[in-house]
T-cell receptor, first 112, second 114 residues
Framework: DQQVKQNSPSLSVQEGRISILNCDYT??????FLWYKKYPAEGPTFLIS?????DKNEDGRFTVFLNKSAKHLSLHIVPSQPGDSAVYFC???????????FGPGTSLSVIP | DAGVTQSPTHLIKTRGQQVTLRCSPK?????VSWYQQALGQGPQFIFQ???????QRGNFPDRFSGHQFPNYSSELNVNALLLGDSALYLC?????????????FGSGTQLSVL
């Protein structure tokens, strides 16, 4: 039972263009959503988050959009840089419950 | 400021054996969570420890057990290893009993079961 889905295993984008990573979830009880980035041989690192009471959160080049009715969120990276090449995990949780559920990840390649 | 450290980095075991993985949380953190990441999948929550007690548990069998020590470090034990237990095991630390959005992950222990 995969509660957090990332249907694109990989994505390639030219440097300077926008990267859009998508995520869908099934559990309507989730009230907080996060994105983590993972480089090879390293653990995931927190990137950006959004509460279910918001529909957008921005942090520099990274913006997360949340569409609760569609149970969908997306991460936009503008402009994309080669250093952004990594695996991106979408994650979700019920803040009263603490357990963070991760999606399978999308591998982003930013081509110089 | 030391981050989350895990040991060993790599481990090879055979079916039926037992394994212990270790984790030291980020300085100042008191909560440790363990995740299993199989190849091509996202991290799957195993359990979380706070104040030396297991607080949350994911859908893992009792073969997976853990412990947290007074210094907040933690161990993950897996008994009767199966081939399917081969995965990257990640430890994440955070602060406090309540919700904390920022999990700090270690680099993981790569376990291979032959």
């Amino acid at each position: 039972d995969q509660q957090v889905k990332q249907n694109s295993p990989s994505l390639s984008v030219q440097e300077g263009r926008i990267s859009i990573l998508n995520c869908d979830y099934t559990n309507s009880m989730f009230d907080y959503f996060l994105w983590y980035k993972k480089y090879p041989a390293e653990g995931p690192t927190f990137l950006i988050s959004i509460s279910s009471i918001k529909d957008k959160n921005e942090d520099g080049r990274f913006t997360v959009f949340l569409n609760k009715s569609a149970k969908h969120l997306s991460l936009h990276i503008v402009p994309s840089q080669p250093g952004d090449s990594a695996v991106y995990f979408c994650a979700a949780t019920q803040t009263s419950y603490d357990k963070v559920i991760f999606g399978p990840g999308t591998s982003l390649s930013v081509i110089p | 400021d030391a981050g989350v450290t895990q040991s060993p980095t790599h481990l090879i075991k055979t079916r039926g054996q037992q394994v212990t993985l270790r984790c030291s949380p980020k300085s100042g953190h008191d909560t440790v969570s363990w995740y299993q990441q199989a190849l091509g999948q996202g991290p799957q929550f195993i359990f979380q420890y706070y104040e030396e007690e297991e607080r949350q548990r994911g859908n893992f069998p009792d073969r997976f057990s853990g412990h947290q020590f007074p210094n907040y470090s933690s161990e993950l034990n897996v008994n009767a290893l199966l081939l399917g237990d081969s995965a990257l095991y990640l430890c994440a630390s955070s602060l406090g009993q309540g919700w904390n959005e920022k999990l700090f992950f270690g680099s993981g222990t790569q376990l291979s079961v032959l």
